[in-house]
């Protein structure tokens, strides 16, 4: 049988096709798989060709069949539950390179070895082998695969890239922003004015108490004219480190002092396009309330919010500030908390 392009559909890539679709959970692990007329119909396929690609998947566990009532997918009680086998393969060779078993340059198991060690067929061991090469841990072909030294995504050196600056003016000035004007030339030769502007530095905290909640600001800014949540933050002084301007920043937008751990997350440019605005990020476990806040223009409502609620949050567009993200995410990227509140 051949495709509209004329290529030949072979059974192999019927049960890629397949398993594409059980993998997305299109047909869900103990789910009945449609009918060999309608599978044949959608696929363009002859019924032999497409029952030699459903003996492939019963093959390797991902389907099986039930007398008189047809084709499921192996669901949490098959031999292989909700896992394939090429998955389990992926798996295995991963722990072995990660746990060194597997060095840099080491050639992996062959295909047959696969097919033997995994009871297998070929097409399963290539796949496994193919996720491992999208990912980076396996380069070769067919006949030697190897593992593959780790990316190196440092600092090369190169500045043959770099923007070139010829000269700048200003055109405005202030203690809250500096604007100037850059004539630059960029690596093609081309040479034209560009503005940039350069705020103060600023700081932001992620308050986290021992129930996994971080205290947030519901908070208006005219700038955008929109409505958020925030963390406590604001402009590092002249002289003055970030942690000391978290730490007082905390007290007065808060009234609560940071009495356990201060760690610095990162420093990052919001918009290094055009501005240049370093902003620290630091979380602190353990606070103290001490006070009512002094700051009364930071906002009109402040909670503690549940990590577990805060996707939700930013899917709703209701947390938007960038040092606030950054802060969130990196909290909930990182999962449990040390310490809470004292």
Not at 42 to 57: I, N
Not at 266 to 289: I, K, L, W
Request: hydrophobic share 40%; net charge negative.
């Amino acid at each position: 049988m051949s495709t509209r392009t004329g290529k030949r559909t072979g059974y192999r890539d019927i049960a890629a096709a397949l398993l594409a679709r059980i993998e997305t959970g299109e047909y869900a692990p103990g789910s009945a798989l449609p009918s060999e007329a309608t599978l044949a119909s959608e696929l363009s396929v002859t019924r032999t060709t497409l029952r030699r690609a459903l003996a492939q998947l019963e093959d390797e566990h991902i389907i099986q069949t039930l007398r008189g009532r047809g084709r499921f997918v192996q669901g949490p009680g098959g031999t292989e539950a909700a896992t394939h086998k090429h998955a389990q393969i992926v798996e295995a060779l991963r722990r072995r390179i990660s746990a060194g078993s597997l060095a840099v340059g080491a050639p992996l198991p062959s295909e047959s070895d696969i097919c033997r060690e995994f009871e297998v067929s070929r097409d399963t061991a290539r796949h496994a082998f193919s996720v491992l090469q999208r990912e980076g841990l396996v380069i070769g072909n067919g006949h030697v695969r190897t593992v593959a030294a780790p990316a190196d995504f440092g600092d090369d050196g190169d500045r043959s890239s770099a923007w070139l600056v010829h000269g700048e003016r200003p055109l405005y000035e202030n203690y809250w922003a500096t604007v100037t004007m850059a004539e630059v030339q960029t690596p093609d030769g081309t040479r034209f004015e560009h503005h940039k502007v350069r705020l103060p530095p600023a700081a932001i905290v992620a308050m986290v108490d021992g129930q996994d909640r971080v205290f947030m600001m519901w908070r208006h800014r005219f700038v955008s004219d929109t409505w958020g949540w925030e963390l406590p933050g604001g402009v590092v002084d002249d002289g003055e480190e970030p942690a000391a301007t978290v730490a007082r920043e905390a007290v007065e937008e808060t009234g609560y002092q940071i009495t356990g751990s201060l760690d610095h997350v990162v420093t990052y440019q919001p918009m290094n396009g055009t501005v240049d605005s370093p902003h620290h990020v630091f979380v602190a476990r353990g606070v103290e309330r001490v006070g009512e806040p002094s700051e009364r223009n930071e906002g009109h409502r402040a909670a503690w919010i549940p990590l577990d609620q805060i996707n939700s949050l930013i899917q709703r567009g209701l947390i938007s500030s960038s040092g606030t993200l950054i802060a969130v995410l990196h909290l909930v990227a990182a999962g449990t908390t040390s310490s809470g509140l004292a």
